[in-house]
């Protein structure tokens, strides 16, 4: 999974209205087949949510009506697990976030194999749709295998940071899980290192088998069993969003 990083986000455009964004990483990889082309093009437009000003609140309701959670998924690569957990759980909204247009491609084929109606893809920064949700709307935060960046010049782009945590903190309800797994050991002491400091996550650890076993619903990727395969170790660190001195707005 590959991330960006935003570029001057107080920068606005005069016609969007929305942050400039510098994109590190591939946005498009190989040509999509005839098929799978025209299942992308008759049903994104479906499934986009698309981007506005920052201050246009998105409320996921309308996304979802009939759901009684809903979740993000940052980055959700080939969208394999993200499809799993919609199967899984279809009375869950979840919105899958992720600019790499393959992936994307790869998502909407498995939602229109599996006929599913809890999946919306914003195929843009994740970081330009954080702001427009409302406070204490996410019940389930995933990041899994993200770009760990390991040179110390790049860790500015990496997700798990303080402005990131500041949002998912604004953004999650009390009690709200938010997973992150990766197989690189610096993302890991980062990872760690940010979300053990900020005061709204804490995190229930026991021992070595809370972080090296993954979540009972957690489903594996074809790039987990690669990097099995290649001997880099996953990491599981399942956080929680605590309780805020006022209830959360229903």
């Known amino acids: 999974m590959t991330w960006w990083a935003i570029s001057n986000p107080h920068s ?3 016609a969007s209205q929305a942050p400039r964004v510098l994109y590190y990483g591939r946005r498009k990889g190989k040509p ?9 093009d008759a049903l994104l437009p479906k499934l986009k949510i698309e981007p506005s000003a920052p201050d246009v609140t998105l409320d996921p ?24 957990q919609a199967r899984a759980n279809p009375n869950i909204g979840i919105i899958g976030a992720e600019v ?14 599996n006929n599913l109606s809890n999946v919306r893809i914003f195929n843009e920064d994740v970081r330009l749709i954080l702001p427009r949700l409302p406070d ?23 997700f798990i940071g303080p402005g990131n945590l500041d949002q998912l903190a604004r953004l999650m309800r009390n009690g709200a899980e938010l997973r992150v797994a990766s197989d690189h050991p610096v993302y890991i002491r980062w990872a760690l290192e940010h ?9 229930k650890v026991k021992g070595p088998e809370d972080w090296l076993t993954p979540p009972p619903d957690h489903v594996t990727t074809r790039y987990q069993v690669k990097a099995g395969k290649e001997g880099r170790k996953p990491h599981f660190l399942c ?12």
Do not use: C, M, Y
């Open 12 to 14: 606005v455009s005069e």
């Open 32 to 40: 999509l087949t005839p098929a799978r082309q025209a299942v992308f």
């Open 61 to 84: 309701r309308t996304l979802f009506p009939t759901a009684n959670e809903i979740w993000l998924e940052v980055g959700f690569g080939a969208g394999e697990h993200l499809a799993a």
């Open 100 to 113: 790499f247009l393959n992936g994307v491609a790869s998502l909407v084929r498995h939602v229109s194999e």
């Open 136 to 158: 204490s709307s996410l019940s389930r935060v995933f990041a899994l295998f993200p770009d760990p960046w390991p040179k110390a010049r790049h860790a500015r782009r990496r």
């Open 195 to 203: 979300l053990t400091a900020h005061p709204a996550f804490g995190w």
């Open 239 to 250: 956080f929680f969003r605590r309780a805020r001195a006022t209830p959360d707005t229903p």
